[in-house]
């Protein structure tokens, strides 16, 4: 149950980030690319990458998918797709500080999120899967290894037609730190 709540929480951050149209973290930045490219949904473009992850990850790291992967991984497209119906009347209101209030509250969420599902060692979301493998290869923290994540991610986005927006770059570079931050209040 506590990585379902992570999963929604992670979602409803997500969904507020596309609210305040001002960029997506890279890994939805690149989801995004993937909606346009393929002509579905946000959500369903995330649960296609996040399940390809979790697939290539099932058989070449094992020790790094659990349940909580398999939550997460099939899990938060869904659930992105739920928040952004529920959300959806908010579409386009608001002037500078609405948006700002998307952006920070958003954020906040998907830190929030990560900080609290990586030590239940669950398993990991695909992000982490990639942003753990390799912090481990260079003997890095957590956060170094996501924003290496991050800048592959945002060039695989822009290679498909999508460039970053402000809330990318601020992901890229302040996300990672904010979630070891965070993380050490959550110790079980």
């Given at each position: 149950?506590?990585?379902?709540?992570?999963?929604?929480?992670?979602?409803?951050?997500?969904?507020?980030?596309?609210?305040?149209?001002?960029?997506?973290?890279?890994?939805?930045?690149?989801?995004?690319?993937?909606?346009?490219?393929?002509?579905?949904?946000?959500?369903?473009?995330?649960m296609?990458?996040?399940?390809?992850?979790?697939?290539?990850?099932?058989?070449?790291?094992?020790k790094?998918?659990?349940f909580?992967?398999?939550?997460?991984?099939?899990?938060?497209?869904?659930?992105?797709?739920?928040?952004?119906?529920?959300?959806?009347?908010?579409?386009?209101?608001?002037?500078?500080?609405?948006?700002?209030?998307?952006?920070?509250?958003g954020?906040?969420?998907?830190?929030?999120?990560?900080?609290?599902?990586?030590?239940?060692?669950y398993?990991?979301?695909?992000?982490?899967?990639?942003?753990?493998?390799?912090?481990?290869?260079?003997?890095k923290?957590?956060?170094?290894?996501?924003?290496?994540?991050?800048?592959?991610?945002?060039?695989?986005?822009?290679?498909?037609?999508?460039?970053?927006?402000?809330?990318?770059?601020?992901?890229?570079?302040?996300?990672?730190?904010?979630?070891?931050?965070?993380?050490?209040?959550?110790?079980?």
């Open positions: 149950m506590k990585i379902m709540a992570a999963v929604a929480v992670c979602a409803a951050g997500v969904a507020l980030l596309v609210l305040a149209d001002w960029g997506l973290d890279p890994l939805t930045n690149f989801e995004y690319a993937l909606s346009r490219k393929l002509h579905i949904s946000l959500g369903k473009a995330s296609l990458f996040e399940g390809l992850t979790f697939f290539l990850f099932f058989f070449s790291n094992r790094l998918v659990k909580g992967s398999f939550a997460f991984c099939f899990g938060i497209g869904p659930c992105i797709d739920f928040w952004g119906y529920v959300f959806g009347f908010l579409e386009g209101q608001g002037g500078f500080a609405f948006r700002m209030g998307c952006l920070l509250l954020s906040l969420l998907i830190i929030l999120s990560f900080a609290y599902y990586i030590p239940l060692n398993g990991l979301q695909s992000l982490d899967m990639y942003s753990v493998s390799i912090a481990s290869l260079l003997k923290q957590y956060g170094v290894g996501l924003t290496i994540t991050y800048c592959t991610l945002i060039l695989l986005a822009a290679l498909l037609g999508v460039r970053p927006g402000v809330v990318t770059f601020v992901a890229t570079f302040a996300y990672g730190a904010a979630i070891d931050g965070v993380r050490k209040l959550f110790k079980w």
